[in-house]
């Protein structure tokens, strides 16, 4: 399709699903130079209503400011934000219900998280929250060269977006010239038959896991295929998402694919928080989210490096504010070359992800367990172990809600994503813990570290 065409058929859906993206992506091409005053300005305008909404039609926030008594008027100032207390995921969890509010606009409905390390959060959305992420997005993108409507190929794997590949979705996605493979699981021929499509289907952009695209250059380069041949059919950027790109992997992947690698960082839950510039500087979404560094131990504010905790001020159907992410990051403000006035953000851990290997030679991603971790109720925490080729053990924290049989549910869907006669072990734990870096690892395996080291695939 043409993109000029599947832009146009991508800018009738978002009308159709009460997404007025377009218009948003307007305002944020003109507000992403603003002095910072101004731009201080606009969230505090942003915060203020959001606030406001949050009294009116939610108890949950209404019964927080009470609490804390203080009411919406009191919010004069972008530190007034410090007043409220920090929100939880438990808290997102056990309120849920408290903090909606039905009535906002179009399409208000329950979505759910891929939380790597915890049981999904399901939490609402609704058009008018979509359309700013959407939006967001988009500029993203147009900042390292690539305009909605152009080939954009989606190198991941969720089985909620493989399951739809139905003949209406591919017609959807054959008009606005987006493409799905699967990067859940990697194997040499899988990566050769990929490969081909690529270059037959010329994608400009492609947007996956850091983790995929690291194995994928390696293991291409072991196999003698040439990963830069899709260059000359028209890519022009790798766009990655989900987990930290280390400086290592950035180069892998930009010296085997042959073109500039260009990260985002968001969280479904809170919004898209920053995207890179064609500079290599990770602009916040500062239009959209306030962001806030705390120190994790002490939960005090800190300039610079700090856990982030976000708040979103433009989904006022279910407000979330001063949420903790758990994620390490630094926050600045100094000028970038790209003349952009957006404050930065630069992500320094977390979110890591591993893979297993089977005995068979596939490697399998470890965002594919976290489907099946929570498909089964009660799962609180969750980490796949490999010590050995062949075997895999699963610990599991569970709460009164796991079922008798969900050990034997995890162990047989597990099995059945590994594809083969690999040994399941699975394993009721009291606790898993975190790394050194204080976040869960929801994959640890030994095997495929040393099968990558040595480039044996």
């Not at 009308?15 to 305002?27: N, V």
């Not at 131990?297 to 006022?316: A, D, F, Q, R, Y």
């Amino acid at each position: 399709m043409l993109p000029i065409i599947a832009r146009n058929f991508f800018r009738l859906q978002e009308r159709m699903l009460g997404r007025d993206s377009f218009r948003i992506l307007a305002e944020l091409k003109k507000s992403e130079r603003l002095p910072r005053e101004e731009m201080q300005r606009l969230q505090l305008d942003r915060l203020q209503r959001l606030v406001r909404t949050a009294w009116e039609h939610t108890p949950y926030w209404r019964g927080v400011m009470q609490a804390q008594g203080m009411t919406p008027d009191e919010v004069r100032s972008l530190s007034d934000l410090r007043r409220f207390p920090l929100l939880y995921k438990d808290t997102l969890r056990e309120r849920r219900e408290e903090m909606v509010w039905r009535e906002e606009g179009p399409r208000v409905q329950l979505v759910r998280t891929s939380g790597s390390t915890n049981e999904a959060l399901q939490f609402y959305t609704s058009s008018t929250r979509e359309a700013h992420i959407n939006a967001a997005r988009m500029r993203g993108h147009e900042w390292v060269g690539v305009r909605r409507g152009e080939r954009e190929l989606y190198y991941w794997g969720s089985p909620v977006e493989l399951s739809k590949q139905d003949r209406i979705k591919q017609v959807r996605d054959w008009l606005i010239n987006d493409g799905l493979t699967n990067g859940f699981e990697v194997t040499p021929n899988r990566l050769r038959s990929a490969l081909e499509q690529w270059l037959l289907w010329k994608p400009k952009c492609i947007f996956g896991y850091p983790s995929t695209f690291a194995l994928a250059a390696t293991m291409a380069g072991s196999m003698g295929l040439d990963l830069r041949e899709l260059k000359k059919r028209g890519l022009a950027v790798i766009i990655t998402t989900s987990e930290m790109l280390s400086d290592v992997d950035r180069r892998l992947i930009a010296d085997g694919f042959g073109v500039p690698v260009f990260d985002s960082y968001g969280l479904r839950e809170g919004g898209l928080v920053g995207h890179e510039c064609d500079r290599g500087t990770m602009h916040c979404m500062d239009e959209q989210v306030i962001l806030e560094t705390i120190d994790p131990e002490t939960l005090e504010p800190v300039e610079g490096e700090g856990e982030l905790v976000v708040t979103n001020i433009v989904g006022p159907a279910f407000p979330i504010i001063r949420y903790r992410t758990g994620d390490i990051v630094t926050l600045a403000h100094e000028p970038c070359a790209c003349g952009r006035t957006l404050s930065r953000i630069r992500i320094s851990g977390g979110r890591a992800v591993e893979f297993v290997v089977t005995k068979a030679g596939k490697w399998v991603v470890g965002y594919s367990f976290i489907y099946i971790a929570r498909s089964v109720p009660g799962v609180v925490k969750f980490q796949v172990v490999q010590e050995k080729l062949g075997e895999i053990g699963i610990r599991l924290v569970v709460d009164e809600r796991f079922p008798a049989d969900g050990v034997e549910r995890i162990r047989t869907q597990a099995a059945k994503r590994l594809g083969g006669d690999d040994r399941v072990d699975v394993e009721i734990v009291d606790d898993i813990a975190p790394a050194r870096s204080g976040k869960y690892r929801p994959v640890v395996s030994r095997v495929a570290e040393e099968l990558y080291n040595k480039r044996q695939f």
